[in-house]
Structure formats: structure tokens, C-alpha cells
């Protein structure tokens, strides 16, 4: 079955950047596009970053673009997100996500167990 | 404020049925599928729903969901305890060219 796993969260200082890695199996990770969603403590799901399946696409939140950079290496089953400059209001679980289709437009059909990431000083 | 606009919450009975709203507009849920996940406290967001009406593997023919123009539900009917939960609608934006979450209605079985 699907099995996405987080990792690289943990607490940072503003203005700092960090690097989240998701780790996947279970699947054909080059044919599915891939995204970032997070989740700030008490609140709804946030989109962050989606990515093709073979990369040539990234799409980003418009709130977060320019501190954010996408990746993945398909040789290797992972997707990455460098989070640049980061800030209080980034504090947030990380989770990766399986999209339905190539392109990452299909929809989330399955989720990680989340990163937790912590901004404070 | 979310782009797609949820009640926060509902209240029901066993036994009973719900019906969850997200509503949107042309450029999000009038012109694209939609999905809904469900939330239990501490763990990650399940899908339930996806293509407007397609319920995930799994999923019981309690939950169904449904579309038109440019508002979604998810109806919810012989209600259990186990159903008491967070739920979400998400689509893709046309205009913002990103993914939308509505902002949540949690779900108390009474």
C-alpha cells in the first residue's frame, strides 16, 4: 500500500531555512505528481507546493512563493521542499501527499503521517 | 478566510443523517472536480470522496457526495460515533492556480 514518510521537520529560528524530504513506497512514485500541504495548529489544510510527475511543473501558493522550491528525485522514490526565510506563522505540520494523476491535478488520494515544524526564536 | 466556505460545525444524532456543504465559486468547484478527506484529532486528513461522487476504496455507501454549479456536499447517513470528525472540501482554483481546502465543519455525533 502507499507509505509516505516526512522528515527534516523539527524547531528553527526565524529567518532560517529548512529542508523537508518525503520518502515514498508502495507505488509507481514517477507517474504521480506530488504535494505539499500543511497544517498550522487548530486550523483547516493549506496547500503549499505541487509538482508533476516528472518535475517539469511546479505550482506554489501564492502567499509563499519565492521562499519555497520544490523537488523531487524519481531514481530515488523522494520530493523535497526547501523552505527559505522562514517565520513564525510557517510554524505548521508538513505533510507530503500522493496526487491522483501525472500532472497533480487529479487530487489527493493519500497522505503522510505529517512533520512537524517549529519556527521560534 | 477560506476560498471555499464551510459551516464550522454540525451536531447530529446516532443514527441520523448530515449533510455538509462547501460552497465555492465558477473559477474552483464550478469548474473542476471535488474532493472531500476526512480528520480525525492527531491524524493526517483520509480521503473519502474525489471526482465530485466517487467514493475512495473503502469508504462506506454511507457517505455520498454530490455537486452543482458551484457548491459541493457530502451527505453522511446512518451516523455512528466513529463518524465524529473534522471534514474538508478541497478543489483546484482556476484563477489562483492552486489548491483550495474549505475551512473545515467538525462533526459531532451526540
Known amino acids: 500500500q502507499v507509505q509516505l514518510v516526512e522528515s527534516g521537520g523539527g524547531v528553527v529560528q526565524p529567518g532560517r531555512s529548512l529542508r523537508l524530504s518525503c520518502a515514498a513506497s508502495g507505488f509507481t512514485f514517477s507517474v504521480y505528481g506530488m504535494h505539499w500541504v500543511r497544517q498550522a495548529p487548530g486550523k483547516g489544510p493549506e496547500w503549499v507546493a505541487t509538482i508533476s510527475s516528472d518535475g517539469s511543473s511546479k505550482h506554489y501558493v501564492d502567499s509563499l512563493e519565492g521562499r519555497l522550491t520544490i523537488s523531487r528525485d524519481n531514481a530515488k522514490d523522494t520530493m523535497h521542499l526547501q523552505m527559505d526565510s522562514l517565520r513564525v506563522e510557517d510554524t505548521a505540520v508538513y505533510y507530503c501527499?500522493?496526487?491522483?494523476?501525472?500532472f497533480g491535478m487529479g487530487g489527493i488520494d493519500s497522505w503522510g503521517q505529517g512533520s512537524m515544524v517549529i519556527v521560534s526564536s | 478566510q477560506s476560498v471555499l466556505t464551510q459551516a464550522p460545525s454540525a451536531s447530529v444524532t446516532p443514527g441520523q443523517r448530515v449533510t455538509i456543504s462547501c460552497s465555492g465559486s465558477?473559477?474552483?468547484?464550478?469548474?473542476?472536480?471535488v474532493s472531500w478527506y476526512q480528520q480525525l484529532p492527531g491524524t493526517a486528513p483520509k480521503l473519502l470522496m474525489y471526482?465530485?461522487?466517487q467514493r475512495h476504496s473503502g469508504v462506506p455507501d454511507r457517505f455520498v457526495g454530490s455537486k452543482s454549479g458551484s457548491s459541493a456536499s457530502l451527505a453522511i447517513s446512518g451516523l455512528q460515533s466513529e463518524d465524529e470528525a473534522t471534514y474538508y472540501c478541497a478543489t483546484w482554483d482556476d484563477s489562483l492556480s492552486g489548491w483550495m481546502f474549505g475551512g473545515g465543519t467538525k462533526l459531532t455525533v451526540l
Open positions: 501527499a500522493k496526487d491522483a494523476n501525472k
Open positions: 465558477d473559477s474552483n468547484i464550478g469548474d473542476n472536480f
Open positions: 471526482n465530485n461522487n
